[in-house]
């Protein structure tokens, strides 16, 4: 659907839906973020408590989407804020890419062996299941408007999911066979996918991958 063929009316009704996809969002990952901290704190999980600290980089995404939802009934102003709130998630990015590998280093470097964590595998198992609803539904909303910034930040909450399953991965292999350093290492990995991202919403090029018609 062509952003410029949207009626006021359906236009309303997709930010309404956006804005509340971004609420629940919000309120999963403050879960998540308190949940991860407190368990990885328990168990002495790095891997753990650093997700814990993604869930506040989502938190941070998810709240200059809102912005941006807040602008769109001026044009005007609709267009400025698309293009600072692209580049401010693309910075999120960056910093989730940082973030990520910092954290994976400092698992290896050290050597990191942490106990075995029933909640933290349940909280893994349940983003897995989230996340990608959640990122679905707010792509398809970020594409019905035409917006590359609503349309990274889905790409964000989609890459969460895939954290998800490397955190989930670590955590059970490390439960189920002593392999401690799975986690870091498979986190590595996900470094130069979300980096890219960073790059391009950093230069204000599309987050779609067909295009944010």
Same mark, same amino acid.
């Given at each position: 659907?062509?952003?410029?063929?949207?009626?006021?009316?359906?236009?309303?009704?997709?930010?309404?839906?956006?804005?509340?996809?971004?609420?629940?969002?919000?309120?999963?990952?403050?879960?998540?973020?308190?949940? /991860?901290? @407190? &368990?990885?704190? =328990?168990?002495?999980?790095?891997? !753990?408590?650093?997700?814990?600290?993604?869930? *506040?980089?989502? +938190?941070?995404?998810?709240?200059?989407?809102?912005?941006?939802?807040?602008?769109?009934?001026?044009?005007?102003?609709?267009?400025?804020?698309?293009?600072?709130?692209?580049?401010?998630?693309?910075?999120?990015?960056?910093?989730?890419?940082?973030?990520?590998?910092?954290?994976?280093?400092?698992?290896?470097?050290?050597?990191?062996?942490?106990?075995?964590?029933?909640?933290?595998? /349940?909280? @893994? &198992?349940?983003? =897995?299941?989230?996340?990608?609803? !959640?990122?679905?539904?707010?792509?398809?909303? *970020?594409?019905? +408007?035409?917006?590359?910034?609503?349309?990274?930040?889905?790409?964000?909450?989609?890459?969460?999911?895939?954290?998800?399953?490397?955190?989930?991965?670590?955590?059970?292999?490390?439960?189920?066979?002593?392999?401690?350093?799975?986690?870091?290492?498979?986190?590595?990995?996900?470094?130069?996918?979300?980096?890219?991202?960073?790059?391009?919403?950093?230069?204000?090029?599309?987050?779609?991958?067909?295009?944010?018609?």
């Amino acid at each position: 659907m062509g952003a410029t063929l949207l009626t006021d009316a359906t236009r309303s009704e997709l930010v309404s839906r956006s804005r509340w996809l971004n609420l629940a969002t919000l309120a999963y990952n403050a879960l998540e973020g308190i949940v /991860a901290i @407190a &368990a990885g704190t =328990v168990a002495g999980s790095v891997a !753990l408590v650093g997700f814990g600290i993604d869930s *506040g980089i989502e +938190l941070a995404a998810s709240a200059v989407a809102l912005w941006r939802l807040n602008a769109d009934a001026d044009h005007h102003r609709r267009e400025r804020a698309e293009r600072l709130s692209h580049r401010l998630i693309g910075a999120l990015f960056m910093a989730l890419a940082l973030y990520v590998s910092v954290d994976a280093i400092v698992a290896l470097w050290h050597r990191d062996e942490p106990r075995a964590s029933p909640v933290g595998i /349940a909280l @893994a &198992a349940a983003s =897995v299941i989230v996340m990608p609803l !959640l990122a679905r539904a707010k792509r398809r909303v *970020g594409l019905a +408007l035409g917006s590359r910034a609503l349309t990274a930040e889905a790409k964000q909450t989609s890459l969460c999911m895939w954290l998800s399953v490397i955190l989930l991965s670590g955590l059970l292999l490390n439960a189920t066979v002593g392999w401690w350093w799975a986690d870091p290492v498979a986190a590595l990995v996900m470094v130069p996918i979300i980096a890219r991202e960073g790059v391009e919403g950093l230069k204000g090029q599309s987050a779609c991958a067909d295009g944010c018609r």
